[in-house]
């Protein structure tokens, strides 16, 4: 039960509920039928919009159908939010969003209060939410939400071992659960990555292009790689997000942090950084001893390669990553160094950004002797009669070194890079893998 002398005056009267259900029900409800004129309950009977919260024998089964629905919503964001009641920084995520359900039971966007609307299409972004207006009634609604929550959170939920910080990748500090039970990944490597440490039951969203393990197929989807859906992520309730610097959402990242979403940020430049990054998100997760096994066994592939290719004389290398416009990998992008690593050397490797359009005449004038696509197809095969009329004179095309591999095994830093290694080592140096 909360001080009611620390609760705030709505109108003349300071309001002291039971339960933050007793709170935010019946302005959801008044909310949600005050902008129809109209309505009609299950028997077909008309009831006024301000007539209807008081309806609950008239039209049970739809009072019902919204009860539950807002029952099911509450629990999960109580569970949420419930740690941070009392952090404004994170207590603004809970009213930036104005959702409500039609008398149907559908959820539709609304710009009435309430705010704290999640389940699937509802949430607006954080741009548009920045322009809905609040009435005093809706300040005041949301004010008594934070305060009884604040008051009914047991004490597991505001211990020190229930959350603490970690730094990500890029030297932010987060704060995360002790473990994280509710994970998204961004990424489709992050993907393979959290299913690798064994952590597919925690994974409770993924993107459009997260397709392995066929396991991850069936998770729930927030969106493509580069354009994820803010009101999906937040319906999930996660407490863990997960994303790569390689999908470049810099902008998303912040609308992620600005409504109180733990993000873990990883980064990849190099082969021993995908291996570094699953010491790391061992670490977080609580999987650390499942993550050095991992890593081990990864680790020992790679070496294993780098042994085999280290006496060889190396190639010149072009590593496509599109071909119309020519999209190569750059200095400091982790195909580069795979290619060192698999015995070659990348006539790209000096261009200045990770992933850089480059010109027909600097590859001619460099003469790679060996010539290396993307496929979406499986497996990797030689491709002696691909047409590439401006590349005709190099000695890649003139010997019909060109080959193509598996777009997944050399995009995704994760733990099937190993496996692009395997394959473009083999490419390079077949005499060494005899």
């Not at 000096?350 to 600097?362: F, K, L, N, V």
């Amino acid at each position: 039960m909360p001080n009611c002398s620390s609760l705030p005056l709505i109108g003349h009267h300071r309001w002291c509920p039971q339960t933050p259900e007793d709170i935010l029900f019946p302005a959801f409800l008044h909310q949600s039928t005050q902008q129809w004129q109209q309505t009609r309950c299950d028997g077909g009977e008309a009831i006024s919009p301000h007539a209807f919260p008081g309806a609950k024998g008239r039209c049970p089964e739809r009072y019902s159908r919204i009860r539950s629905q807002f029952r099911r919503w509450l629990e999960r964001v109580s569970e949420r939010y419930r740690p941070h009641a009392l952090d404004p920084g994170r207590c603004r995520s809970l009213r930036r969003f104005a959702p409500s359900p039609d008398l149907n039971g559908q959820l539709r966007r609304s710009r009435s209060i309430t705010s704290l609307w999640p389940p699937r299409r509802v949430y607006a972004s954080a741009r548009r939410a920045r322009r809905v207006r609040f009435s005093p009634l809706a300040v005041g609604v949301v004010v008594i939400f934070l305060s009884v929550m604040a008051c009914h959170r047991p004490a597991s939920l505001t211990s020190p071992e229930t959350t603490r910080v970690v730094i990500d990748e890029l030297g932010r500090r987060v704060e995360v659960s002790v473990p994280p039970r509710r994970i998204i990944s961004l990424a489709p490597s992050v993907t393979e990555m959290l299913f690798a440490l064994g952590l597919g039951d925690r994974v409770v969203g993924v993107t459009t292009l997260c397709d392995y393990p066929p396991e991850a197929r069936a998770k729930e989807k927030v969106g493509d790689v580069m354009a994820p859906s803010l009101e999906r992520i937040v319906a999930l309730a996660p407490d863990l997000v997960i994303i790569s610097t390689a999908t470049q959402l810099e902008m998303f990242a912040r609308r992620l942090v600005e409504v109180g979403i733990p993000l873990y940020v990883v980064k990849a430049n190099r082969v021993e950084d995908v291996l570094e990054t699953l010491r790391h998100l061992g670490d977080v997760t609580g999987e650390r001893e499942r993550a050095e096994a991992l890593v081990r066994s990864l680790q020992t592939r790679i070496e294993r390669v780098v042994e085999r290719t280290r006496h060889l004389p190396r190639p010149r290398v072009l590593l496509v990553i599109q071909r119309d416009p020519l999209i190569v990998a750059g200095r400091g992008a982790f195909l580069t160094d795979l290619v060192e690593k698999a015995g070659g050397h990348s006539i790209t490797a000096d261009a200045e950004r990770e992933w850089t359009p480059y010109s027909i005449e600097s590859v001619l004038a460099r003469a790679p002797e060996v010539l290396v696509l993307p496929s979406r197809e499986g497996g990797s095969r030689r491709l002696a009669d691909l047409q590439w009329p401006a590349l005709a004179s190099t000695p890649a095309l003139r010997n019909k070194r060109i080959y193509a591999i598996n777009t997944d095994l050399l995009m995704r830093p994760g733990p099937r890079l190993v496996d692009g290694l395997e394959e473009l080592a083999r490419m390079l140096h077949p005499e060494a893998f005899q």
